[in-house]
Every structure is written in structure tokens, then in C-alpha cells.
């Protein structure tokens, strides 16, 4: 492990989410306690997406914008909300220049899918058909997120796919849940790991599913066909339960003709990024920044 991220080990807590409540409490807590973001170079903006329920969203917009990204926190489909996401998506908007929609989507177990896809693809039919108001270029709309939010955000693109819904540019998935399954060898082999492991991983899928059946559209790796969905930029730590699955998809993504950027960060583990200070996480953050910046000005 980096021994940078290896210093900060102590810091992170071993939740299970076996009390979805008290660890919600508990990441929003942790997520306060974090420095404000730089939101001096754009308007920050809460509004409500009419949808059935309305689906609370904060807007944050740099200055000469044309692109848009569909922006989804992570915490496992349990955890999360548009104040935990400040920092990152503020600094998702200040490295790429794009407009980033931050969607406040239902959690699970109260809200199992499809809630959380329902939100999130009435966002995105929401961006497409404000784009003139929103000041961006229809044709410059991304989706991506962290962690489950990053599966999210592959979710939404098959299902824009297959219902003909709005275009979307490009994916940015850091991170992303994809398979209910379980069965790569990371995720059968990490059951010890920093903030994510099989365990929790497996708790996760439970939540989120409840008593329904896993589709592509809840576990995109479950897709037959990846073919005609936008370019996507996939990132995996390596000491993650997740990460076989990401390189899987990115691989299946390429043999059904979908350009495809794929990095493995080295030494890392699931959402170490949080550790800012450590050299590899302001790499990877710079480096999503980036390959948005350069999806949208294509």
C-alpha cells in the first residue's frame, strides 16, 4: 500500500452498515468536518428537479461552461447527500470547467431501486431539455460519479441507451459498483480491506436490491450488450473488492467498440481519495478532472 494512504489507516472506520441510520449519521459527520471547498471561480445554485418525487439537486457552474456533467456521490446506495458531495463536486467543476449537477437521489433500504436510478435518470431528461437555461451545449452532457454513484452513472447511460433517452457524451466512473455477484477474485479475496470490503460490499447490494431481482439496469456488469454506450474514463484501486469488476466491464466496454480510458492506481484502496494529502489522491482527482475537461472540449 502507498505509505502515504497507509499512515491514515487509523482514521477510517470499519461501518458495516448493518444500521444504515446510525452510519449514514456517522459519514455525514465525518464529511463536515472537512474544509470547506473553493467555490469563489462559479455560482453554487440548490434547485428542484420537478419529477415524481421532485429530486433535489445543487448546481455548480465556472465560469464560461458549455459542458455538463450528471455528478452522483457515493456511500454504498446508503449513504451520502448533496452536503457530503460538496468538496468533491466543487472540485470536479474547478478541474474540468464543466457544470456539475449534484443529485440528491434516495437512499436505500427505505428506498430501494429503482429509486435511486428513477432520480437520477429524471436529472439527466431534466439537464438535456434545460440545457439553453443552464447555459451548456446539449450535446456536452457527461454522467459519472464515485463508488456506487459511479455505478449509477453506468446504469443511467444503458438506460438512456435503451430507452432512447437524452445523449449523453461521455461516462466517468471512479470506482464503480457494477456487480451484485461478487464472484471476481477481488471480491472474494479482499474481505479485510480499508472502508470497503466484501462484507459491506455484499451488505451494500442487499440494501440497495431489497426483494427485487438484480437487472443490468441495477448491476450494469449483468449487461449482455455493452455496445452504443458513450466513451467512458474507469478508475480501480488496487486493494479494492470492486476493482476485477471495473477492469471486466472497461475490457467488455472495449470489445463492444465503446472507447475506453482505464486506469489502475497503484496502492490504493476504495475511496482513499479522501486522504487528500497523499500525493497518488491528488493524481487521481486531478486525473478525473482531466479526462472530463478533455471529453467536453472534443
Do not use: C
Not at 48 to 65: E, F, L
Not at 155 to 174: K, M, S, Y
Not at 278 to 292: F, H, T
Amino acid at each position: 500500500m502507498d505509505p502515504e494512504l497507509e499512515a491514515f489507516l487509523p482514521l477510517f472506520p470499519k461501518d458495516d452498515l448493518s444500521d444504515p441510520v446510525t452510519t449514514r449519521e456517522n459519514y455525514a459527520e465525518r464529511a463536515a468536518a472537512r474544509p470547506a471547498p473553493d467555490t469563489s471561480g462559479m455560482e453554487v445554485e440548490d434547485r428542484t428537479v420537478p419529477a415524481d418525487p421532485d429530486v433535489r439537486v445543487r448546481i455548480y457552474r465556472p465560469r464560461q461552461a458549455r459542458g455538463a456533467i450528471v455528478w452522483l456521490h457515493g456511500g454504498g446506495f446508503v449513504m451520502g447527500d448533496l452536503d457530503t458531495e460538496h468538496p468533491w463536486a466543487a472540485r470536479i467543476a474547478a478541474d474540468s470547467g464543466a457544470v456539475v449537477i449534484s443529485v440528491n437521489y434516495r437512499l436505500a433500504p427505505e428506498h430501494p431501486f429503482p429509486a435511486a436510478l428513477d432520480d437520477v435518470y429524471a436529472v439527466l431528461t431534466w439537464t438535456a431539455e434545460h440545457a439553453a437555461e443552464l447555459g451548456i451545449d446539449r450535446a456536452r452532457i457527461a454522467v459519472g460519479g464515485h463508488s456506487a454513484g459511479a455505478g449509477l452513472a453506468a446504469a443511467v447511460a444503458l438506460r438512456a441507451r435503451d430507452e432512447q433517452g437524452p445523449p449523453i457524451r461521455f461516462q466517468l466512473l471512479n470506482e464503480p459498483g457494477l456487480d451484485d455477484r461478487l464472484e471476481t477474485w477481488s471480491a472474494r479475496t479482499f474481505t479485510d480491506t480499508p472502508w470497503l470490503y466484501r462484507e459491506k460490499l455484499a451488505a451494500a447490494w442487499r440494501h440497495y436490491l431489497g426483494s427485487a431481482p438484480a437487472t443490468p439496469f441495477a448491476a450494469p456488469a449483468r449487461a449482455g450488450d455493452l455496445s452504443g454506450l458513450p466513451p467512458a474514463y474507469l478508475a480501480t484501486a488496487e486493494f479494492d473488492p470492486v476493482r476485477d469488476e471495473v477492469i471486466g466491464y472497461a475490457l467488455r466496454l472495449l470489445q463492444a467498440g465503446v472507447s475506453v480510458e482505464l486506469h489502475q492506481w497503484a496502492g490504493t484502496f476504495h475511496g482513499s481519495q479522501a486522504v487528500l494529502s497523499a500525493e497518488v489522491s491528488q493524481r487521481q482527482i486531478a486525473a478525473l478532472g482531466a479526462a472530463l475537461r478533455r471529453a467536453l472540449a472534443e
